[in-house]
């Protein structure tokens, strides 16, 4: 959902201090997905701050299985470790419900979220962000929608799923960034913390754990 060039540029050409690529391949050894990780190390207000970014792409046929997850989370468990005390956050800004989904699932704190107004400070510092990063504003007077340009594939049942999906997070999605089929990009920042860290390796491993007796059941 993006063209070539651009790809290349945010994926593969980025100028963050730190890049990894985890590429994904059936049996065959036809690559059917990818998973990018970035970390920027910015000095923001003053103090040194490091920011993760991340793009990932797969066929619909080997989506799930968490293995995404379990990669990024690898990834920055050592960065911290390496540089303790550093003061770290996820910058998305997510064009697909799926996407916002999954950090809600997974991590305690993300915001924006449905339950709570984002704090007028950290709404600031979020617009921040995205600013330094280059992302323009699809309406002036919303800073958490921004134009990103990349559209997810999906079949025209997929998107009906979504557009009447009950599930809460997705609506708050849907609803705080109907133009996402257009390309639109929801700002969310995640704070990389133990606390958030911690909450995504617990549920990671429950369902990790779940997956054979589901499969038994089934």
Same mark, same amino acid.
């Given at each position: 959902?993006?063209?070539?060039?651009?790809?290349?540029?945010?994926?593969?050409?980025?100028?963050?201090?730190?890049?990894?690529?985890?590429?994904?391949?059936?049996?065959?050894?036809?690559?059917?997905?990818?998973?990018?990780?970035?970390?920027?190390?910015?000095?923001?207000?003053?103090?040194?701050?490091?920011?993760?970014?991340?793009?990932?792409?797969?066929? @619909? %046929? #080997?989506?799930? =299985?968490?293995?995404?997850?379990?990669?990024?989370?690898? !990834?920055?468990?050592? &960065? *911290?470790?390496?540089?303790?005390?550093? @003061? %770290? #956050?996820?910058? =998305?800004?997510?064009?697909?419900?799926?996407?916002?989904? !999954?950090?809600?699932? &997974? *991590?305690?704190?993300?915001?924006?979220? @449905?339950?709570?107004?984002?704090?007028?400070?950290?709404?600031?510092?979020?617009?921040? !962000?995205?600013?330094?990063?280059?992302?323009?504003?699809?309406?002036?007077?919303?800073?958490?929608?921004?134009?990103?340009?990349?559209?997810?594939?999906?079949?025209?049942?997929?998107?009906?799923?979504?557009?009447?999906?009950?599930?809460?997070?997705?609506?708050?999605?849907?609803?705080?960034?109907?133009?996402?089929?257009?390309?639109?990009?929801?700002?969310?920042?995640?704070?990389?913390?133990?606390?958030?860290?911690?909450?995504?390796?617990?549920?990671?491993?429950?369902?990790?754990?779940?997956?054979?007796?589901?499969?038994?059941?089934?």
């Amino acid at each position: 959902g993006v063209e070539r060039e651009a790809f290349a540029k945010y994926v593969v050409r980025s100028k963050a201090e730190h890049t990894w690529i985890q590429v994904h391949k059936d049996a065959q050894g036809t690559i059917v997905g990818y998973f990018a990780v970035h970390i920027f190390e910015r000095q923001l207000g003053g103090i040194p701050t490091a920011v993760f970014r991340a793009e990932a792409g797969t066929l @619909r %046929a #080997y989506r799930g =299985g968490n293995v995404n997850a379990r990669f990024g989370l690898g !990834l920055a468990l050592r &960065y *911290l470790l390496k540089n303790p005390g550093r @003061r %770290a #956050y996820y910058l =998305g800004s997510l064009v697909h419900p799926s996407s916002y989904s !999954l950090f809600a699932k &997974y *991590l305690g704190e993300v915001w924006p979220r @449905r339950e709570q107004a984002t704090p007028p400070e950290l709404l600031g510092f979020m617009d921040e !962000l995205a600013n330094e990063f280059g992302l323009e504003r699809v309406h002036a007077s919303n800073a958490l929608v921004r134009k990103v340009g990349w559209r997810t594939r999906e079949t025209e049942a997929e998107r009906e799923y979504w557009q009447h999906c009950d599930k809460p997070s997705a609506r708050f999605f849907i609803e705080g960034n109907p133009g996402y089929v257009d390309g639109d990009g929801l700002v969310t920042v995640v704070p990389v913390t133990a606390a958030n860290l911690l909450r995504m390796i617990r549920t990671v491993s429950e369902r990790t754990l779940r997956q054979p007796v589901e499969a038994a059941v089934s």
